[in-house]
């Protein structure tokens, strides 16, 4: 029978498929990511792993795997895995696209209304027992409505986020390494060198994938041509943003707020550097988290490796 490792506790309904035809051996926890020896082991045994955007799948875990086919992501980033080497030993490694666009979209739109009103730092207010009174100019933020939005990474989650925006009277710039004209004459948004996007935007949304060309893409330069009164918003990959020059950026009123979902190093302490910022709302990773996309995303995986595992093709190959 052929064997299974699954990086993660995951809901029974999620697995049982899997285990009527396989070999199934799941981590005990929901929380805690198995250590590197750990996956090493387990890759040497088995045919397919389960994993998630918090598992570092390097060339260590690939060459340990001497019967491995499948590496199913539950995700649509595959950062977290060292493609070149998946490659090298003709694996397959599969993702979880489509699935998850409008419930991410959702999420990065909550954070450029959370961040522009400050809703986080007016709760944590509340909640301490600080409010007295009405306050005229108290937690005064950034409209929304009719501001001008730039997406960085016109992808589906991208145009999930310029269709919400057109419900904002905004108008929509975007920078991407392909032109979408016919999005843009379906949905109105303009192509934007990334220079003219920054300093044009009031919210810039960041949606783009890590790659090698996006780490670092928005680094002190970028933040210095963005406005004093722009919020920017990371929903995609912490290292597509300079950690250190956007602490600084928000410290010194560069820009006006920062709503994160992901970090360079995932995850973060309560001591990290950017959650000492009173104008930053921060999230732990959670684009995709709505119940019906996550089972979505799970039945996509399972699918794909059951598939693999039997001779056929997947739906979602990445290679
Ligand atoms: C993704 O799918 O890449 C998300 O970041 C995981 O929730």
Redesign the pocket.
């Known amino acids: 029978m052929k064997k299974i490792f699954i990086t993660r506790k995951l809901p029974e309904e999620a697995v049982a498929g899997l285990r009527e035809l396989f070999d199934v051996d799941m981590w005990h926890s929901e929380d805690e990511i198995p250590p590197k020896d750990v996956l090493v082991e387990k890759a040497k045994t088995v045919h397919a792993l389960w994993t998630n ?1 918090a598992d570092t799948v390097d060339r260590d875990v690939i060459q340990a795997g001497e019967n491995l086919e499948v590496i199913a992501n539950l ?3 595959y950062n977290n895995i060292d493609i070149e080497a998946a490659k090298e030993r003709g694996l397959t490694v599969t993702n ?1 696209p489509g699935v ?1 666009t409008e419930t ?1 979209a959702d999420l990065a739109f909550t954070l450029m209304l959370a961040a522009a009103r400050q809703t986080g730092q007016a709760e944590r207010f509340l909640r301490e027992g600080k409010w007295t009174s009405w306050s005229p100019m108290g937690f005064t933020g950034m409209d929304i409505f009719g501001a001008t939005l730039g997406i960085v990474g016109m992808g589906r989650i991208g145009e999930g986020v310029a269709r919400r925006a057109a419900g904002f009277d905004m108008e929509v710039l975007y920078h991407n390494r392909t032109r979408k004209t016919e999005a843009e004459s379906m949905f109105g948004f303009r192509y934007a060198e990334l220079d003219d996007l920054l300093s044009k935007s009031d919210f810039v949304v960041v949606l783009t994938p890590l790659t090698d060309e996006t780490r670092g893409m928005i680094g002190e330069r970028e933040l210095g041509l963005m406005k004093e009164t722009a919020v920017l918003v990371n929903a995609a990959r912490g290292g597509i943003v300079d950690e250190d020059a956007l602490y600084e950026a928000l410290k010194n009123g560069q820009i006006w707020a920062a709503g994160l979902d ?1 970090f360079e190093g995932e995850p973060i302490g309560s001591d990290h550097k950017l959650l000492t910022l009173p104008n930053v709302t921060a999230l732990p ?1 959670i ?3 709505s119940v019906k996309t996550r089972l979505a995303m799970m039945r996509m995986n399972s699918e794909d490796i059951e598939a693999v595992l039997s001779g056929r093709e997947p739906e979602n190959r990445v290679v």
């Open positions: 955007v995700a649509v980033g979880t998850l991410t992901v990773h684009g995709s988290a």
